[in-house]
């Protein structure tokens, strides 16, 4: 029997909901991302609330809401506490963006579903991996092995290989191939013959424009606008895409010398960048390169100002300018206001680079033909003034009379509880009338003055001991001296991001100016709505730069990565059943499509055993070593220990011979340089290898084909038998490892 595998979507299946899933391997539950919405339903997550207690780990695969939102209120309200594991990237970029978030709903709503304190709770226990790392879970996961590799799309965007006995669950959903200006693409051959693979359908039934081409019409738009006197709003995310259009808005104002002025604000813009700077290493190689040779970081924006507070971009000169501005979806944050007041103006664009949320303001504008008006409400946060301000403070000084009486009646009952019982008659500062008595007369006369020694009184149960307070040390020695904890003198992350927490945005701090302005404002306020029906006079613009690879390369790579059996999630169910039927034809005819909290069985079909190898086996066996490992035929019969467990012994008669083996992997390239240094002259031509005059080399087969199975591939040497076809058939033998 394989690894036991079962598969609960618990949000994102048939629609474009977030994405959240229950992955139960032998027993150890993964949730495989958390995320949530910009409507913060709590409703989305009811499923989750009935299986987050069981959560052994959690792993999430990008640091946007629809990925990990819901991280916070899961761990405050619906009782998650498993560790988290993620990228660098993820952690930081993912906090920002929660931080961004929040900050945005505070300015317009009584939001109260996470604080920034559950916030920094939710992503204190991380555990930080970096891409292609192996990090072996313990104790439940005993044998599991959980690995992050490239996907593409975000900044430190994951695919999570999760392998267990030689088997291997691959989880990629937003994963894009293609190479972009600041993220590579993913890793196909990483991923080959997977037992269980679990991919979202999201962009299947969509296909994309070359990127030169798409890039090119994306900066048109905008400077045809501007140089029609026209403003231009980007509604972006937080830290994801943005990064990318923030690269392409960069080069092309640097290369045609453009003197537009640029804003990026959000309430973390400062910071985001801070950290973006400090995570090249996870960018493209075409960054990696230009840095080691130029050491000119990329995120030096020149031509782009960060703003924290909307009150800057009014400050700024009036003339056309571009503002890419959070949230994407224009459901709230500095975009949405700027939307209502940049609409009216025909002159103006709004600019939408990824699909909308669904039921989104943003979603509404994206229709075709796009509305003529629509109603939204104007909050905003202002002071309490007059009575509602002397209401309040009444209000709050009621509040915390109650808690201090409160508190006064906890602390003597407490005292009660805690010398009531504990009067110590030896002590003496405490004095017991019962055993007083009076000594015999001691006077000459019988009468007069009297020694009398007296004990004292019965002291009432609530007295306290006239001494000094006594707090015994219960530190240990050793021959040394004191023993000292090592984790007491460690400094956490976590700590120095909060000692860091000053404003300004530097590397170690998370917050910028405004934003730290806004939590440190702790003067009484309010929230005022008004609703307003807006006329939208500007041109509305969408253009795909949501970085998922498209239809066409998802059939491709599937088929590529041939896995034995496939789960689709998170994609309309359009687009769902659209490529269900494909892969059912084309990929594998495993392939199964679950509702929300229909839980699938995809255990593997293969039987696994684990075996031991004797040592009067392995002491006969010569091993030889190909690349960075060793291999080597064996011949064995299988046998049962004394504690009952499965045994590869030696055969008792003497084994059948088998045919040479042999084993490698020939790059024709590296076969003609090996040539050329044995003095054999060689080219390539029509496909071939052309060895000498007489003999030529070709491949037949391909072994990337469906993961390369065995038999796909030959060698074929054509030539006449003279010298020189046994000398290169001698080289060409000395390529390879012979069993």
């Keep these: 029997m394989g690894t036991s595998v079962q598969v609960t979507p618990l949000c994102g299946v048939y629609n474009e909901n977030p994405l959240s899933y229950l992955v139960s391997i032998d027993g150890f539950n993964f949730l495989i991302d958390c995320g949530w919405n910009d409507h913060f339903d709590p409703s989305l997550l009811q499923p989750l609330s009935r299986v987050a207690s069981t959560v052994d780990a959690v792993l999430l695969s990008h640091p946007d809401t629809l990925h990990l939102g819901a991280l916070p209120y899961a761990m405050k309200q619906l009782g998650l506490s498993a560790p988290v594991f993620s990228t660098e990237p993820v952690y930081r970029l993912g906090l920002l963006t929660m931080y961004d978030q929040f900050l945005s709903r505070k300015q317009v709503s009584d939001f109260d579903l996470f604080t920034l304190d559950d916030i920094d709770s939710a992503f204190q226990n991380f555990t ?83 990127r030169r081409q798409k890039d090119k019409e ?36 640097t290369e045609e010398n453009l003197n537009y002025p640029i804003f990026f604000l959000t ?28 050491r000119e970081n990329v995120f030096n924006l020149k031509r782009i100002r960060l703003l924290v507070n909307k009150s800057e971009l009014d400050d700024a000169p009036d003339g056309p300018k571009v503002v890419l ?9 500095f975009s949405h206001d700027i939307f209502v007041e940049w609409a009216n103006d025909p002159k103006n664009l709004v600019l939408f680079t990824e699909r909308a949320q669904f039921g989104s303001l943003a979603r509404m504008l994206q229709a ?46 407490e005292s009660k509880a805690s010398h009531g019982a504990d009067v110590n008659t030896s002590d003496p500062m405490i004095i017991d009338a019962s055993n007083t008595h009076s000594l015999p007369d001691a006077g000459p006369q019988g009468s007069g003055y009297r020694d009398i020694f007296i004990d004292g009184f019965t002291p009432p149960s609530s007295s306290v001991a006239p001494m000094f307070p006594f707090y015994e040390n219960s530190t240990e020695w050793d021959d040394f001296g004191e023993v000292i904890n090592p984790d007491d003198y460690v400094i956490k992350d976590e700590d120095m991001d909060h000692g860091a927490m000053h404003v300004g945005g530097d590397m170690d701090g998370k917050l910028d100016e405004g934003s730290a302005s806004l939590i440190l404002d702790t003067r009484p306020s309010k929230v005022v709505s008004t609703e307003l029906t807006v006329q939208v006079k500007c041109s509305l613009i969408y253009m795909d730069f949501e970085g998922r690879s498209d239809a066409r390369s998802i059939k491709s790579i599937l088929s590529h990565m041939a896995p034995l059996k496939l789960v689709l999630v998170h994609g309309t169910a359009e687009a769902t059943e659209h490529l269900k039927q494909h892969c059912l034809k084309h990929v594998c005819p495993h392939v199964y499509a679950p509702q929300i909290e229909e ?42 220990t004394e504690n009952d467990m499965l045994s590869l012994q030696p055969l008792s008669n003497p084994p059948p011979p088998h045919e040479s083996v042999l084993v490698g992997d020939l790059k024709m390239a590296n076969f003609k340089q090996f040539l050329s240094d044995k003095g054999v002259q060689a080219e390539f031509a029509g496909g071939v290898l052309r ?49």
């Design 368 to 413: 075709d033909p796009p509305p003529k008006a629509v109603k939204v409400t104007i909050s905003k946060r202002v002071p309490l003034v007059g009575e509602e301000l002397i209401a309040y403070e009444e209000e709050q000084n009621r509040i915390r009379r109650e808690e201090a009486l409160k508190a006064s009646l906890i602390k003597e009952e």
């Design 267 to 294: 309430y973390v813009a400062s910071s985001t960048i801070d950290y973006v700077k400090s995570f090249l290493e996870w960018m493209s190689d075409a960054i990696a390169k230009s840095f080691e040779k130029t």
């Design 218 to 253: 994306f900066t048109d738009a905008i400077k045809k606008t501007l140089r029609s006197d026209g403003n231009v709003l980007l509604p972006v995310d937080t830290a994801g895409r943005v990064m990318e259009l923030v690269q392409i808005l960069e080069s092309c104002w």
């Design 325 to 333: 501005a959070s949230m994407a979806s224009l459901e709230a944050g």
């Design 599 to 640: 839980t699938i069985d995809v255990t593997s079909d293969l039987c696994a055993y684990k075996v031991q190898l004797s040592e009067k086996l392995m002491s006969n066996v010569l091993f030889k070593k190909v690349g960075d490992y060793e291999i080597a035929w064996v011949d064995s019969e299988a046998g049962k």
């Design 691 to 739: 060895c000498g005059e007489y003999v030529t080399l070709r491949k037949v087969g391909d072994a990337s084909h469906k993961g390369g199975g065995s038999g796909t591939q030959q060698i074929v040497i054509e030539g006449p038998l003279c010298e020189d076809y046994y000398k290169i058939r001698e080289y060409l033998y000395s390529q390879f490892y012979l069993l």
């Design 128 to 210: 930080r991996l970096t891409y292609a790392q192996n990090h072996h879970l313990s104790g439940k996961g005993e044998g599991i092995v959980i690995s992050p590799h490239v996907s593409g799309h975000l900044l430190g965007g994951t695919v999570w290989k999760i392998t267990k006995d030689g088997e291997d669950v691959i989880y990629a959903v937003d994963f894009n191939h293609r190479k972009e200006k600041h993220l590579n693409g993913i890793n196909q051959s990483a991923f080959v013959r997977p037992a269980v693979l679990i991919t979202d359908a999201y962009n299947a039934l969509n296909n994309q424009p070359y």
